[in-house]
């Protein structure tokens, strides 16, 4: 909700990672004024705050007395003001906004922004002992999400908004998009804020964009807001202030004839006025909700700090957006308020939305009569023409729907001349002038929600197991009933004593904790959802007994521990931080059910139980498990009902003469046999065309073979592209110089697991190849990352060390890297550091290619030749070629690379005689060819 100058630096976003604060950022900002003794200076009394009860604040007092002096409302009562109840936290602003929506965060330190996903601010916010960096967010602006249903303005904001009375009301009906992307944007998206601050965060002086009022309620926390009145000398000092720079070593409110503070406990609210400079000190972690409104009882003060933003160069990201097109929309409300009739090229069906009926509109016109303007407003009309007339014509940014922009602007000059005399006392009628009269046949305006913790179902303060029904598939629920026991036989019918379920299951009316949403994502109130309940992802914790899905669960840097005795069961990521349990003694839950199945499960578990070795692929082992469940069915099994499509035939040469022989005219170029071997020589990109081609090419084009490397080199990266792509499941996948983003990779990384080769050439670390830092990277065996910008030491650490992410079920915490065979680095920012991680972290490493790295020197190369490093024995190939610092004295340090058979050292320092007595000093039979060394070629050469 400010102006203030963001900075486009990324920053990382967990609390472990302590990296918020750079050291240019610091020189760049400092401030240097002490803001604990602004706080207790005698300096900023109470000034200029008027204090009101909450039904006092109403629109009658906006037209009698203008908004133009800060409000403060100790208690909302009376405000029709709706907020959730003080229980609210950031937790449940992450369900409700979504854990991937990314936040725009200012560093207190330097006032520059970074950005962060809700689900990583959540986890800093949250933690216990995080780190002391200030971190402020001030922009989160939550329209069209979840959270939208449970907040709404105070009436009187609600009654002069031009958001909702001026700007028409189907342009904002159309808005589905939840992020503030200017392009997808409909209508100008500020009336809702979340605003969520650590203790400590300051946010300097600053005027809120466009000139907009604001409505602030503290929901937790406590806020000390710095106030100064935007007259004249006040808003040309600050655009001095603004200008030179110098904002860290000046406090604004020292430079002012008077500045006053108030402090805002939770459950009070603050109305701040059109142009006023002030400045937040948060004491204590808050939680705040509030909201930015144009109006009409400060049009002019609006105007000029629209002004002002244009002399201060602020960025249009950062203004109010749709300003100009807002003024002719408010215009345009006007004329239809005071004459009767609209400029508004629409049809019929959007004017009756808008302005109601036919008919509706008729007697509106005849009714209207003389209504009095009051001073501002009639003032305000004459700014807003004399704004837009002072605008350049490629500025004047008349809205499309307006086909009439000087039919409009006389209709202006004839309400100002024939209200030049209305009476003020005539104008205070306590009715908005400005509101949509088609708003009361919208059926879909409803109500906002009102947040409720404990809502049906939902197990937040649940002291007891959720409730478990029977599974149905286990073989105590498919046991016969006896007939003759109590239950059997007893009035109403009771379950039957041999019916006893081993496998217990959530029951589907099981809500998450967190979220509310059932074990199947869904609304419990949702009927039409298909909820089998082996696809239940509930799971409940044997400890605490919280039921929460695993992606709802906080990140404690533990995973919790599924247990394979009941289903939906776990020990929870928190109760194995704090209270883990013991090996000694099983959960209570397990020893229950160990009870209950007897000696039945452990047989059942050995009679499907498949041992296979390291080297068997999952594909042999399914199989086998496959056979041996078919082997215990009892069951017939049954044939399909339906045609299916049998695996693809392999054809053999042979097959093809058979047919020949039988077919003399048949056409060999149309044979699988003869056009498979073509196709691949084709790149993926001619093999896709080549599909196009005829049904019998397009069958040919599917053959899997084809589609083992798939070569995206140079491609415009699309969602279609990369569907597409996971649909082959490639073993090598090119994506040299793409447009691939971050987003787009940590799609696809999860869903190719059988990718052994990936080549990132030529794309940016931050932006895109520091997705692979991730649980989810397929385990590489080849990786190429050759001309990536911004890869350097710590960049490459980040890549090579255990992953922040994690996912249930995941034992091996260490890189998805760790087994790479082949790394290339060429021209790359990496030093002599980076080939220490290498060295520690790529055990199997056989082929290194860091040419082109300037950074390099001999330590580098100590580091791969350090004794009893995995590297010394398994590296065979090295290209060292245009690394311009190494010399013969790192070339001895390759001798105890005892099986290194390839170096490269095209354009180095390193000498002949030195490499040939690395040549002379090796078991293998090599050759030095030039700068490169390699092993003798076998065999006589043909003449």
């Known amino acids: 909700m400010s102006s203030k100058k963001k900075s486009n630096s990324s920053r990382s976003a967990k609390s472990k990672a302590k990296v918020y604060v750079s050291d240019d950022e610091d020189e760049a900002f400092a401030q240097n004024f002490d803001i604990s003794e602004k706080l207790m200076s005698k300096d900023f009394p109470k000034y200029f705050v008027k204090e009101m009860k909450g039904d006092e604040v109403t629109l009658e007092h906006f037209q009698k007395q203008g908004f133009s002096t800060p409000l403060f409302i100790p208690d909302k009562a009376g405000l029709h003001l709706t907020v959730p109840d003080p229980t609210f936290t950031v937790s449940d602003v992450r369900n409700m906004v979504g854990s991937k929506r990314i936040l725009e965060v200012m560093n207190c330190a330097t006032q520059l922004n970074s950005e962060m996903t809700m689900k990583d601010w959540e986890e800093f916010f949250m933690h216990p002992n995080r780190d002391e960096t200030k971190l402020n967010v001030i922009s989160l602006e939550f329209s069209q999400t979840r959270l939208e249903n449970y907040i709404s303005a105070p009436r009187v904001v609600r009654q ?76 040309k000092l600050y655009e001095e202030w603004t200008l030179s720079g110098k904002q860290g070593d000046v406090f604004f409110g020292d430079t002012v004839e008077k500045c006053g503070r108030i402090v805002v406990d939770a459950g009070n609210t603050l109305f701040i006025p059109s142009g006023w400079i002030h400045a937040v000190y948060t004491p204590e972690d808050s939680l705040v909700f509030g909201g930015n409104f144009l109006h009409s009882f400060a049009i002019e003060k609006q105007l000029r700090i629209a002004q002002i933003e244009e002399l201060t160069k602020v960025p249009s990201k950062y203004r109010f957006p749709f300003f100009t ?121 409803t109500k906002v929600k009102q947040f409720k913790r404990e809502s049906q179902n939902m197990t937040t303060d649940s002291k007891g197991p959720a409730i478990r029904v029977a599974c149905k598939a286990c073989e105590g629920c498919l046991v016969e009933v006896c007939g003759v026991c109590t239950g059997c036989v007893s009035l109403p019918r009771r379950r039957c004593v041999n019916k006893r379920c081993s496998q217990p299951v959530l029951d589907t009316s099981t809500t998450c904790s967190s979220c509310g949403l059932d074990g199947w994502y869904a609304s419990p109130s949702m009927s039409l959802v298909d909820r089998p309940i082996e696809t239940c992802v509930l799971m409940e914790c044997s400890v605490c007994m919280r039921v929460v899905h695993p992606t709802c669960e906080t990140d404690y840097g533990v995973e919790g521990t599924i247990s394979t005795l009941q289903p939906n069961t776990w020990h929870c990521p928190s109760c194995m931080k704090f209270s883990p349990p013991e090996d000694s003694e099983p959960p209570a839950k397990s020893v229950k059910l160990e009870a209950d199945i007897g000696g039945a499960a452990a047989k059942q578990e050995q009679e499907f139980l498949v041992r296979g070795t ?94 083992n490397v798939v070569d995206l080199t140079s491609q415009k990266i699309s969602s279609h592209l990369l569907s597409t792509t996971v649909q082959k499941q490639p073993v090598g996948l090119l994506l040299d110089w793409t447009n691939m983003g971050k987003q787009q990779l940590n799609w696809l990384l999860p869903r190719i697991p059988q990718t052994k080769d990936l080549s990132l050439v030529g794309l940016e670390y931050n932006m895109t190849v520091s997705a692979l830092n991730t649980c989810n990277c397929p385990m590489l065996q080849e990786l190429n990352l050759s001309f990536v910008a911004n890869l350097n030491d710590a960049a490459l650490h980040k890549l090579l060390t255990t992953p922040r992410d994690s996912r249930p079920g995941l034992l091996d915490k260490k890189s998805r890297l760790k087994n790479l065979k082949k790394l290339s680095l060429k021209n790359t920012e990496v030093s002599d550091i980076s080939l220490r991680y290498i060295t520690q972290y790529l055990p199997q490493l056989t082929y290194l290619a860091v040419s082109g790295c300037w950074k390099l020197s001999d330590a580098g190369l100590a580091q791969l030749g350090m004794a009893e490093s995995p590297t010394c024995e398994n590296l065979t190939c090295l290209d060292l070629s245009y690394c311009r610092s190494v010399t013969d004295s790192g070339l001895s340090h390759l001798h105890r690379c005892v099986n290194l058979t390839r170096l490269d050292s095209s354009h180095t320092q390193m000498t002949s005689e030195g490499l040939g007595t690395f040549v002379s000093s090796s078991k293998h039979k090599l050759k030095l060819y030039g700068s490169v060394v390699d092993r003798k070629q076998s065999g006589k050469r043909k003449k």
């Open 160 to 235: 002069i908004d031009w958001v909702d009375n001026v700007w028409p009301r189907h342009l904002k009906a159309d808005q589905d998009d939840g992020t503030n992307n200017m392009n997808r944007m409909k209508y100008p998206k500020v009336q809702k804020y979340c605003l969520m601050s650590v203790a400590g965060c300051y946010t300097d002086f600053h005027i809120d964009f466009g000139g907009t009022s604001v409505w602030y309620h503290i929901l937790r926390g406590q806020k000390v807001f710095w106030l100064i009145p935007p007259t004249d000398a006040n808003l």
């Open 325 to 445: 097109e807002l003024q002719w929309y408010a215009l345009d409300k006007y004329v239809y308020a005071l004459l009767g009739r609209t400029h508004l090229s629409v049809e019929e069906a959007t004017l009756i939305q808008l302005y109601g009926e036919k008919w509706e509109r008729d007697e509106f016109k005849t009714t209207i009569g003389h209504p009095h303007l009051t001073p501002q407003e009639l003032y305000g009309l004459k700014a807003i023409v004399m704004f837009i007339h002072a605008l350049p014509v490629t500025r004047k940014s008349v809205p499309r729907l307006i086909k009439d922009p000087v039919g409009l602007i006389r209709d202006i000059r004839t309400i100002v001349e024939s209200h030049k005399n209305d009476s003020g006392e005539k104008a205070v009628t306590g009715k908005p002038l400005l509101y949509w009269p088609g708003l009361k046949n919208d059926k879909k305006w």
């Open 614 to 707: 390291s080297d068997q692929s999952k594909l042999e082992l399914r199989v086998q498990m496959a056979e041996k469940i078919m082997a215990a069915s009892k069951k017939q099994l049954k044939q399909p009902s339906y045609v299916f499509r049998p695996p693809p035939r392999i054809v053999k040469a042979e097959d093809v003469y058979e047919k020949l022989k039988k077919q003399p005219d048949l056409d060999l170029k149309l044979e699988e046999v003869v056009l498979l071997p073509i196709f691949k020589y084709l790149s993926t990109v001619d093999i896709a065309t080549c599909g196009c081609v005829c049904k019998v090419w397009n069958t040919i084009s599917l053959d899997p073979s084809l589609w």
